[in-house]
């Protein structure tokens, strides 16, 4: 008899087939066209021999390749039973001496195994297949009574194939016929190489606040020279040279990490103008990702500090530069004021008042500007389809000359590869 594990391939399960003397049931997602032509010729030599076919019929099944239209074509109208259940993946054959479990693949991965697929059934497993499944109890040929099946065992809640629909397959042969699905090949290329490429954005905000600024607006200045005003707001910094460098220093090891991903993980792509990222790297850049997140968390409460403290700095040098600014060009409510003796006074208080008016951002605020945009998604047919895209996934490093070489010959063969070199 043989290990209960082997392998089964195409030739075996025609073997079986023709092997067949009473009966021979298989379910499966889709029937190919070299199956198909074995089980009319099987019919055309035993006539008496029963074949019950149960399939999945819809339209996502043809297109992941499990069958082909074609072949349930060459089967209406030659006795053959074709039942549905919609969305099945069951795989398994038999007929009155003999069956396996099949664990099988769509013809897009490969069309003959070379390694263990199937399981052999045993008698029982058969006969409760026949019972629950096909319904075949009390049929003398089949020498199945409920005698040998499980006590206590019952059918009532089993999933039971029902006949083909043919008006609903007319439909879905018309939208396979109308949009056919991309060969078994060109769907095993593009499937391989998108599990291996990962398009990325990414991109950390809120980390420059050493290089913030304040703009003060035109009508608290009250000045109307030009270079006056400019020169007042290339003076007023966010914060001051020493605030800056403590602020910078403790950003710098996130700064390293982000660089760090952009030159070693990371590979731009010119002709999609989109950074790549090879995916036996995902986890080493996911984890960085947390890593800068970590990192951040560790300096949060000592840069709030810092800009709780820079903030009560700022106000009190654009208090000082606003006293500087009045006392040479006074606002026209003051100007009637400059022979007062209090006319200094007057100065201070009117700038801490305009100071009060300028939008100067609470610590929290600027802590809360911290953010890691990091998005992940796979090329699609068309980046594919781009000769100059795949001629950079080699100059990079992502793939190799032989690759690529097999990548532009699939597309070329169904005419969808572009040369954007003319």
């Excluded at 019952?154 to 007319?170: Q, R």
């Excluded at 707001?233 to 952009?262: G, Q, W, Y």
């Excluded at 100059?388 to 690759?403: D, N, R, T």
Aim: hydrophobic share 35%.
């Amino acid at each position: 008899m043989g290990s209960i594990i082997q392998t089964v391939q195409y030739q075996n399960i025609l073997d079986h087939l023709f092997a067949a003397e009473r009966y021979w049931y298989a379910a499966l997602p889709g029937i190919f066209d070299e199956l198909a032509e074995g089980i009319v010729e099987a019919k055309k030599q035993n006539p008496k021999l029963d074949i019950e076919l149960v399939i999945d019929p819809t339209e996502s099944a043809f297109r992941s390749h499990h069958g082909s239209i074609d072949a349930i074509q060459k089967l209406t109208g030659s006795g053959i039973s074709i039942k549905q259940i919609p969305n099945h993946r069951l795989g398994f054959i038999m007929s009155e001496d003999s069956g396996w479990m099949l664990f099988t693949q769509s013809r897009a991965i490969e069309k003959d195994p070379s390694g263990p697929n199937a399981i052999r059934m045993n008698d029982m497993t058969r006969q409760e297949l026949l019972y629950a499944f096909f319904e075949k109890d009390g049929e003398p040929e089949i020498i199945i009574t409920t005698e040998n099946i499980p006590s206590g065992y019952s059918t009532e809640n089993e999933v039971k194939p029902e006949p083909l629909d043919d008006e609903a397959f007319d439909e879905v042969m018309d939208e396979i016929e109308q949009n056919p699905p991309p060969s078994p090949d060109f769907k095993r290329i593009f499937e391989v190489y998108t599990t291996k490429i990962k398009f990325v954005e990414f991109k950390v905000k809120g980390i420059k606040l050493d290089q913030r600024t304040i703009t003060i607006p035109n009508d608290i200045l009250n000045i109307s020279d030009d270079n006056l005003r400019d020169r007042i707001k290339t003076r007023l910094n966010m914060f001051e040279d020493d605030e800056r460098e403590r602020i910078h220093a403790k950003f710098a090891k996130i700064e390293f990490e982000c660089e760090r991903i952009r030159g070693e993980l990371l590979k731009r792509v010119k002709s999609r103008d989109k950074s790549a990222l090879n995916a036996s790297n995902l986890r080493k850049y996911k984890d960085s990702i947390k890593a800068i997140e970590k990192m951040y968390e560790e300096v949060k409460s000592e840069i709030e500090e810092e800009i709780m403290v820079a903030h009560i700095s700022l106000e009190e040098r654009i208090e000082n530069e606003l006293k500087n600014t009045y006392r040479e060009v006074p606002p026209g409510h003051l100007k009637d004021k400059s022979e007062s003796e209090h006319y200094e006074r007057h100065i201070e208080n009117y700038a801490r008042k305009q100071v009060g008016k300028i939008n100067i951002p609470p610590a929290y605020r600027m802590i809360s500007g911290f953010e890691i945009i990091s998005r992940i998604f796979d090329p699609t047919y068309e980046d594919f389809s781009d000769q100059a895209f795949i001629e950079e996934l080699e100059e990079i490093g992502f793939i190799s000359k032989a690759e690529r070489k097999e990548i532009v010959d699939e597309f070329e063969a169904i005419g969808t590869q572009k040369d954007e070199k003319g």
